[in-house]
Every structure is written in structure tokens, then in C-alpha cells.
């Protein structure tokens, strides 16, 4: 792993450990969600600024880490990566659909490196949402089928095991 990527992870650890963040449904330090994204990403590419982004991809949304703070911390490229990838609704924007149509927008016009990352991250989640919680996998699969239009940019393999997790998931 290069300095810059370990970097990353032990960013990532500190933001999630500081507010003491869990996964929602194992109670894990929530650092192994990223840790499987960087994972995954790691398989497809050796691109620095994207393993640092898989594994700093939440602390912009969930944490109290700014985008200034990525900026200085890792530079610009990496900032504007985490940036591409961060959910960009508020709760006020309105309901759950309003809210994940604006992301949906967000993701449509990212980069095709950010599109990568972000099919790991579906994979990651859509294993454990459907594994753990099977009344809300019917919302967040259908939320998936849709985002997967805006991401046939991103990796093939990626992509090709993200629709096969999608549509296993609508066969049964």
C-alpha cells in the first residue's frame, strides 16, 4: 500500500472512529465499509487518487471533515473525487425519491473514475442491505436499477458484477 493510500485509510479510520460511527446493521466500526470499497477498487485499478477515494468516499457526508480539509490533506484531484461521490441532498430537499433523483443527477455528471468507485460502493451495500434488511432492499434495489443507468460509465467488471447483483436480486 503507498504512503498516500495509507494516508487514506487512516484518515478515514479518525473521521468514522471520532463520531463513532457503526454499520447499521452488524454494529461494526463502520471503517470496514470503506475498507471493502477500497478493496474492490483496488482489483480493477492501481489509481492512487481513486483507492484514496474509496476509502475516504463517506467522511464528506457522515462526518464532520470538510472538502477543505480533503483539499489540504490530499489535494485537489482527490478532494473533487471524494466530492463526485458524496450525496449531495439534504433533508429538507423533500422526500426520499426528490432527494435520491438530485443525487442521481449529482452521479450522472461525474467522472468516470468516481463512477467506478461508486459501483463498489453499490456492491458493497446491496450485499449487506439485502443480506440484513430485506423490507428496505426492495426500496434501495429499485433506487439501485436506476443509478446503474448513470454508471455504465464506470468499470466493466464492476459494473457487470453491480447488474448481476441488481437483477439476481428482482429474479427471486
Not at 498516500?4 to 479510520?13: E, G, N, P, Q, Y
Not at 456492491?123 to 449487506?128: T, Y
Not at 429499485?142 to 448513470?150: F, G, I, V
Request: charged residues 30%; aromatic residues 6%; contains cysteine.
Amino acid at each position: 500500500m503507498s504512503k498516500l493510500v495509507s494516508k487514506a485509510k487512516i484518515f478515514a479510520r479518525q473521521a468514522h472512529e471520532s463520531i463513532d460511527q457503526r454499520r447499521k446493521y452488524t454494529n461494526e466500526p463502520y471503517i470496514v465499509h470503506p475498507a471493502a470499497v477500497a478493496k474492490l477498487v483496488a482489483t480493477i485499478t492501481d489509481d492512487e487518487g481513486m483507492i484514496c477515494a474509496a476509502w475516504l468516499h463517506d467522511v464528506l457526508e457522515d462526518t464532520n471533515v470538510t472538502f477543505h480539509e480533503l483539499v489540504k490533506e490530499f489535494g485537489n484531484d482527490i478532494a473533487v473525487l471524494v466530492l463526485e461521490l458524496t450525496d449531495i441532498s439534504k433533508a429538507e430537499d423533500g422526500n426520499r425519491k426528490i432527494r435520491k433523483q438530485k443525487d442521481f443527477e449529482h452521479t450522472r455528471q461525474a467522472s468516470t473514475r468516481a463512477k467506478t468507485v461508486k459501483l463498489a460502493n453499490l456492491i458493497d451495500n446491496s450485499r449487506s442491505i439485502t443480506e440484513f434488511d430485506p423490507r428496505f432492499a426492495k426500496v434501495y434495489m429499485e433506487e439501485k436499477t436506476k443509478l446503474l443507468s448513470a454508471l455504465a460509465e464506470g468499470n466493466s467488471e464492476l459494473y457487470s458484477i453491480a447488474r448481476k447483483i441488481v437483477d439476481d436480486y428482482h429474479a427471486t
